[in-house]
């Protein structure tokens, strides 16, 4: 007899993972290192300990180990909100009308309202146990600030935001979460560090950049005894953190037998689709299974669909190391009629090795199909999504409205990483009609791509 599906499906704690999974291990083709922009080589874990907390570098160089330890006192706090439900979408399939099977794995469901919190928890367990007094970091939406001051005020650390100043504005409510966390939070640019004095004197209406706040937050950690700079998405060590997503939804849909088809997740630096497909990946890379596996990004900031593989500096600032990623340059700043999050350049160069040998693909989509897609969502299942997380539903929708068409009846589950309760700005715009669509030129991609770094590219 077939188990009826539940309409939220729990593992037990016992279910629980209790290993985050490295996906490089299971790569023929590594992701290509970090580099020194300075002499073109690999990074060594000693040039980035002035920056890095020493575990989290040791994690980020590590190609080989597969499954890795998650401490004690991460699952302790992993408890509070974790396991997430893996959601049939039944009402969600009512409403399109669809014979597709959906599910979602809900990450919204802290305080922080999205997945980042599982990292932040593990950045900033390995910065306590380094006997560090704080850590900096940027925050562009205010998800990544939000989760790493309750993480931070858990491990006892000092933690200290800087955000992109057109969120800081368009979200005033953020700052006092954080607060209310102990963490501390800066606009930026901001007069703080010379970086930000740099880039206020060339661009004085500048509205920022994550790339311009990272620069801004990698300045105060290297100049403050006892902080380290740590990063919520892109790198390495973030995705490992953040399998835990996709490892629960792995055991969750084995439990009752669903074999997915189709696999979704959104793109910004790619940490939520990587931490969330990368066992599945595991299961294609071994030969075990295959799936059809979807980055949802936006047309605003397309990375994947329209960037180049390249290395390129994480910042503006142009001070961090070099990634290979696909990139729409450094130097790209989204239009700020951009309401959607995802504004990063780059992207985690795991994901970008993968893309590039096209073990996934990826769909751009513009802000108001995505605030569409986030309606009819909100009305079915009830959750109000973040933006983000929205094109990852405009996806889901457009299959599932595919299958209509075919009758298949195909199984989709989709990453819904996160709440939209601070993004109320963007759905009033959506609501009142304002709401436009700014798709950068082709000229204006060419232009922030032909300021690649020489180093890495020749
Ligand atoms: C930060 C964030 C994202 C995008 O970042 P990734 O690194 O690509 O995961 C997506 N959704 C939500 C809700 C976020 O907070």
Not at 175 to 189: H, K, L
Not at 243 to 258: C, H, R, V
Request: aromatic share 10%; net charge negative.
């Amino acid at each position: 007899m077939e188990k009826k599906i539940p309409y939220k499906i729990y593992l037990t704690e016992e279910e629980m993972p209790s290993q985050w999974y490295n996906v490089r291990a299971d790569m023929k083709i590594k992701p290509a290192p970090l580099l020194n922009p300075g002499t073109g080589k690999p990074l060594t874990l000693e040039e980035m300990q002035p920056i890095f907390c020493t575990e989290l570098i040791k994690q980020e160089l590590d190609n080989d180990t597969k499954w890795v330890d998650i401490p004690q006192p991460v699952l302790d706090f992993y408890k509070m909100f974790r396991p997430s439900p893996l959601v049939h979408a039944e009402f969600l399939e009512k409403a399109l009308g669809t014979p597709a099977k959906i599910f979602y794995k809900f990450e919204g469901n802290n305080t922080s309202g999205s997945h980042k919190l599982n990292s932040a928890i593990a950045q900033a367990y390995y910065a306590k146990e380094q006997g560090l007094k704080g850590v900096t970091t940027e925050t562009g939406a205010g998800q990544w600030g939000t989760a790493l001051s309750m993480a931070c005020q858990y491990m006892g650390i000092d933690c200290k935001v800087y955000m992109v100043k057109c969120s800081y504005e368009q979200k005033p409510f953020r700052r006092e979460v954080i607060r209310t966390y102990g963490g501390s939070i800066v606009p930026s640019p901001s007069d703080t560090t010379q970086v930000g004095r740099k880039i206020l004197a060339e661009h004085p209406d500048t509205t920022g950049s994550l790339g311009c706040a990272i620069s801004e937050a990698v300045e105060v950690a290297v100049t403050n005894d006892g902080y380290r700079y740590v990063l919520g998405s892109v790198l390495n060590q973030v995705l490992l953190h953040q399998t835990i997503i996709g490892l629960e939804a792995q055991a969750a849909l084995k439990k009752y037998d669903i074999k997915p088809d189709i696999l979704i997740g959104c793109t910004g630096g790619g940490s939520n689709l990587g931490g969330f497909a990368s066992p599945f990946i595991g299961e294609i890379l071994r030969g075990e299974a295959n799936y059809k596996i979807i980055g949802a990004e936006p047309a605003s900031c397309p990375s994947f669909t329209r960037g180049k593989y390249a290395y390129d500096f994480c910042d503006t600032g142009m001070i961090c190391p070099l990634a290979k990623m696909y990139t729409v340059g450094s130097q790209f700043i989204p239009s700020s009629n951009h309401a959607g999050g995802l504004r990063f350049h780059g992207m985690s160069p795991i994901l970008s090795e993968l893309y590039d040998e096209g073990i996934f693909e990826a769909r751009a989509y513009e802000q108001t199909q995505v605030f569409e897609a986030a309606e009819i969502f909100a009305k079915a299942e009830g959750i109000l999504p973040a933006p983000e997380s929205s094109h990852a539903i405009r996806a889901a929708i457009d299959e599932a409205l595919k299958c209509k068409e075919t009758g298949e009846e195909k199984t989709i589950v989709f990453n819904l990483s996160g709440t939209g309760y601070f993004d109320l700005v963007a759905y009033k715009q959506f609501n009142d009609g304002t709401m436009t669509d700014v798709i950068p030129s082709d000229a204006v991609i060419a232009e922030a791509l032909s300021k690649l770094p020489k180093v890495g590219n020749e």
